[in-house]
């Protein structure tokens, strides 16, 4: 399967087998600055597109983003609690939040 980013709003989606997989691009982390502290989505929520994913403090900037797709969180990025430093990765995918199932990919296809 080949791994294909797809960005929306800030964030990437990327479809892998555990489900769709979201985090922040590179830009968002460098307009956000060193991220201090992360209000984290919880597993076995479900959320609609446009609900809110993650709020972040950074030095620049405290922030909402959004969740650009439908569906249910299997899985969070568990390291970002313990260090926020996690969402500073220079290589974004290591930067996720959150995986959801139960997409709808139509809904990924219009955005």
């Not at 080949?2 to 307009?31: F, H, M, P, R, S």
């Not at 600055?33 to 709020?55: C, H, N, R, W, Y």
């Not at 990025?77 to 926020?84: G, I, P, S, Y």
Request: overall charge negative; proline content about 3%.
């Amino acid at each position: 399967m080949a791994e294909e980013l797809k960005i929306i709003d800030n964030l990437w989606v990327l479809k892998t087998n555990e489900g769709y997989k979201i985090g922040l691009t590179n830009e968002t982390q460098e307009d956000l600055g060193t991220i201090t502290f992360a209000t984290m989505p919880k597993v076995g929520q479900t959320v609609k597109k446009g609900d809110s994913l993650i709020e972040l403090e950074a030095e620049k900037a405290v922030s909402e983003f959004s969740t650009p797709i439908s569906g249910l969180i299997v899985a969070i990025n568990e390291a970002v609690e313990q260090d926020t430093s996690v969402l500073d990765d220079p290589d974004q995918k290591n930067a996720w939040i959150a995986v959801l199932t139960d997409v709808d990919e139509a809904e990924l296809n219009q955005a």
